[in-house]
């Protein structure tokens, strides 16, 4: 689920939809987490669908690094991508904002690191400084280890911050996140969230 | 799923979202059918998800026959009501332009046909507003709906149908279609047969989940 200080808009026929910040939203905060309403197939699963879903898949799942394709149920599934994304940590099963969003400001990813295969590639129109233009999973390690580098910085903020998403994330998963980016794993506490709901690190 | 010629827009912050088409849509075109995407979560599994999710199923959700929530995957979840909406169901897994619409308006549909579980306020400013709509709406106006979709029968074969492969069917309306598209005379479903408080249990089991129903 998309942190709910967001907004879809219909940007162009070319880009379709995109997800936007309708508040300020502080690098480290939660801007997306995987829940159970999202549904998830199996190459088998996605075999066994009409003709006419696989053009569906391909435009609104992603492949997550269990090799199956993930349906967000909400905008999550809107989510564009930058060579300059706002958020990253789709495969930590949350993402975080790595940068602070001003109100209006567009919530992206970095494809190469999520639903591109091999055969799959597409030309980037982001206009970022650092737009590469096509965008390869060749490229995938090289990113993957450049967001890491950003989220190391953004996820311990996360501990401080507001979080609306809290009551939608396994602490666990939070635990496994920052052992995976290398950060010392933050001490047994209590985090009051805005919406009186409280997360405990086991 | 949405017909591809719609698109969502923000309102405002008490309506939220609205579908609005990009294109004249001619009365008798499918405007949203149900899909394999679509969810369909039992009130226990809806009670069991935590609560932010579950505020956005009752808000977003509507509730079928057989009293289960139905969560459309694609902005199908954010067509609001009116009064003098701009379809009308058809069976259980089809909304059915019943005029010509044009380019730029609001997709809407009668809510008092998805099984309220509370009376809502209406805001459409339509000239026949009911202004509290509520599921006992079904009971006074369900026949004069009825009336209209019927009407509609003829032009559902001539208008082209996007959304025709997309249908997921139970058996009663995979034949009510069949027979449309073969321009055979077809006993039309009832809005009253959905009612969820009605529905009888076999009723729920005849639906062929994940089964596609396909034009020719």
Known sequence: MLHPDTQLRYLNAEVGYGVFATAAIPRGTIVWVRDCLDQEFTREQLSQLPAVFQALVRRYTFLTAAGTNLLCWDGGRLMNHSCQPSCAGTHLGFEVAIRDLEPGAELTNDYATLSLTEEEFFSCNCHSPVCRGLITSEEAPEIASSLAMQLRAALPLALTLPQPLWPLVNPAQVCQAFERLALPRPARLTIQAESCTTLVLP | ?216
């Open chain 2, 1 to 216: 799923m949405l017909h591809p010629a719609t698109q969502l827009r923000y309102i405002n912050d008490a309506i939220g979202y609205g579908v609005f088409t990009t294109a004249f849509i001619p009365r008798g075109t499918f405007v949203w059918v149900l899909d394999a995407w679509d969810r369909i979560l039992s009130p226990p599994a809806v009670a069991a998800l935590p609560r932010l999710l579950r505020q956005q199923v009752e808000k977003y959700a509507y509730i079928n026959a057989a009293g289960d929530y139905v969560l459309c995957w694609d902005f199908g979840c954010y067509m609001n009501h009116s009064c003098e909406p701009t379809s009308l169901g058809l069976g259980e897994s089809i909304e059915v332009a019943i005029r010509d619409i044009e380019p730029g308006e609001e997709l809407t549909c009668e809510y008092a046909t998805l099984n309220l579980t509370t009376a809502f306020a209406c805001g459409c400013h339509k000239q026949t507003c009911r202004k509290l709509i509520g599921a006992a709406d079904l009971d006074r106006f369900g026949e004069q709906w009825d009336q209209t979709v019927a009407q509609l029968l003829p032009t559902i074969s001539q208008v082209e149908q996007p959304l025709a492969p997309f249908i997921k069917a139970n058996e009663r309306d995979r034949a009510v279609l069949d027979g449309i598209f073969k321009r055979a005379a077809v006993a039309l479903p009832s809005a009253r047969d959905y009612q969820a408080s009605k529905a009888a249990k076999p009723a729920r089991q005849s639906l062929t989940a994940g089964r596609l129903w396909r034009l020719d």
